[in-house]
Nanobody, 118 residues
């Protein structure tokens, strides 16, 4: 199983980034997908999630209205569109695949760094 995040970088406050997460080695359409982030000295936190079909999305309160997650099951890819970025969004962002109906089966990517700074 390979999970590869991309799209991170340095952006000014108020700017936007789109993260991508490409998954291989599993039947992507059977997996719920989640985005997590971890800032230095902090615990990893769940940022957003999308169901296996893409019909349901969830967000942590601090990103609601600013971040949007979506997926393309034909491309085995999940996205995180991040708008109105704030310095406190600075973190390493990780993608996690969780088998629908069995929380014990999950896979993580290596992460991509997002830095919001002027």
């Amino acid at each position: 199983v390979q999970i590869v995040e991309s799209g991170g970088g340095l952006v000014q406050p108020g700017g936007s980034l789109r993260l991508s997460c490409v998954v291989s080695g599993i039947t992507f359409s059977l997996y719920n997908m989640n985005w997590y982030r971890q800032a230095p000295g902090n615990q990893r936190e769940l940022v957003a999630g999308i169901s296996s079909s893409g019909g349901t999305t969830t967000y942590t309160d601090s990103v609601k209205g600013r971040f949007t997650t979506s997926r393309d099951n034909a491309k085995n890819t999940v996205y995180l569109q991040m708008n109105s970025l704030k310095p406190e969004d600075t973190a390493v962002y990780y993608c996690r695949a969780n088998l629908r109906g069995d929380s014990r089966i999950n896979y993580w990517g290596q992460g991509t760094q997002v830095t919001v700074s002027s």
